[in-house]
């Protein structure tokens, strides 16, 4: 079983919709997750953190954390073509090494 | 200020050959990490650096894979004799020690290597 467990999609949404993306993590453990956006050809790139059950939002961008049920999300609300990318969740224990999920891909349609 | 950077971007060898990828992190970061990614695969943790405390190599794939941080700073990533399987993009990050709880970690651009 992966550490870290996403979709690999992809999932297509219309512009303007609100996109889902989804995490779940196997280590109790795991203190502090991330999103990171990925372009085709890129490296990744941090878009949020969270460390504490509940949600937290940052501009267009809501990350969930349910520690009890050992998920993580990621909405993006109005998305836009430029969201078009692989999205990668990542988890860590506390010990500086991230286990990061196999991303999943979102495609925004005009 | 500066991101992490890293060179080359792009690194074409022939099977066999040695390689040194170079990653120059993030100032003031304590700590330094070295990722792969092949064609549509996700990132394989090979090895990271935390200040001056003995590396974290337990991703390193094989005894050809080697790599050091001189000075805290710079770290330099060696495959010898390389083969066709190495080939992939190879990915630096560096992270702070500033809050212990968190270690956000970016990334540099990478280095694409192919191995003929």
């Known amino acids: 079983q992966k550490e870290v467990e996403q979709n690999s999609g992809p999932l297509s949404v219309p512009e303007g919709a609100i996109a889902s993306l989804n995490c779940t993590y196997s280590d109790r453990g795991s203190q502090s997750f991330f999103w990171y956006r990925q372009y085709s050809g890129k490296s990744p790139e941090l878009i949020m953190f969270?460390?504490?059950?509940g949600d937290k939002e940052d501009g267009r961008f809501t990350a969930q954390l349910n520690k009890a049920s050992q998920y993580v999300s990621l909405l993006i609300r109005d998305s836009q073509p430029s969201d078009s990318a692989t999205y990668l969740c990542?988890?860590?224990?506390?010990?500086?090494?991230?286990?990061f999920g196999t991303g999943t891909r979102l495609l925004v349609s005009p | 200020g500066a991101g992490v950077s890293q060179s080359p971007s792009n690194k074409v060898t022939e099977k066999g050959k040695d390689v040194e990828l170079r990653c120059d992190p993030i100032s003031g970061h304590t700590a330094l990490y070295w990722y792969r990614q092949s064609l549509g695969q996700g990132l394989e943790f090979l090895i990271y650096f935390q200040g001056n405390s003995a590396p974290d190599k337990s991703g390193l794939p094989s005894d050809r894979f080697s790599a050091e941080r001189t000075g805290g700073s710079v770290s330099t990533l060696t495959i010898q004799r390389t083969q066709q399987e190495d080939s992939a993009v190879y990915l630096c990050?560096?992270?702070?020690?500033?809050?212990?709880?968190?270690?956000?970690?970016?990334f540099g651009p990478g280095t694409r290597l192919t191995v003929t």
């Open positions: 969270i460390y504490s059950n």
């Open positions: 990542a988890s860590n224990t506390g010990f500086q090494k991230l286990v």
């Open positions: 990050a560096s992270s702070s020690d500033r809050d212990r709880s968190l270690y956000e970690q970016y």
